[in-house]
């Protein structure tokens, strides 16, 4: 009787470790899609960025810029993706992170002075859902396994 309940336990157990190893996890993003920027109108917008950079890290906001020849940049809040751009050969996409305008209102603030210098792209718009907010099993998920907290907020000065 107590090896069948020692057995039970056991496969209970791994059963409840392959669950956790994988459950799906995902932030949501809305998709924008504009015309690519030429790469020294990019280098221009990274510029911008990297000179925004010290502001943004006084309340948490982290930049990725990479090298000078990159085509993307990103923005985190504390660790989690909020904003990023990625200026491919016919398409400039820029990704916002569900949430991210209220967690970290100046990366959206620096995307909202970007936008005058885009033109929306020629391509058919392709109908995105609109993102939802992680469930709170999900949300538990991400920080605890992947160690990324949605509620990280980038809103106000350390």
């Not at 990274?46 to 993307?72: C, F, N, W, Y």
């Not at 005058?116 to 939802?132: G, H």
């Amino acid at each position: 009787m107590k090896t069948t309940m020692a057995v039970y336990v056991a496969v209970g157990l791994c059963l409840l470790a392959l669950v956790w190893i994988f459950f799906p996890v995902s932030i949501e993003a809305s998709h924008q899609r504009f015309m690519p920027l030429t790469n020294e109108q990019f280098a221009q917008v990274r510029r911008d960025a990297i000179d925004a950079e010290v502001s943004l890290g006084l309340k948490g906001i982290e930049l990725m810029a990479g090298d000078p020849a990159s085509h993307s940049i990103q923005f985190d809040c504390k660790g989690v993706p909020v904003l990023t751009l990625i200026n491919g050969p016919i398409v400039l996409s820029v990704l916002t992170m569900v949430d991210a305008d209220q967690r970290a209102p100046d990366a959206a603030s620096f995307r909202g002075r970007l936008y005058p210098r885009l033109k929306e792209s020629w391509e058919q718009p392709i109908k995105d859902p609109i993102p939802t907010r992680p469930n709170v099993i999900e949300a538990f998920v991400l920080k605890h396994r992947e160690g990324i907290d949605i509620a990280a907020d980038c809103s106000s000065t350390l």
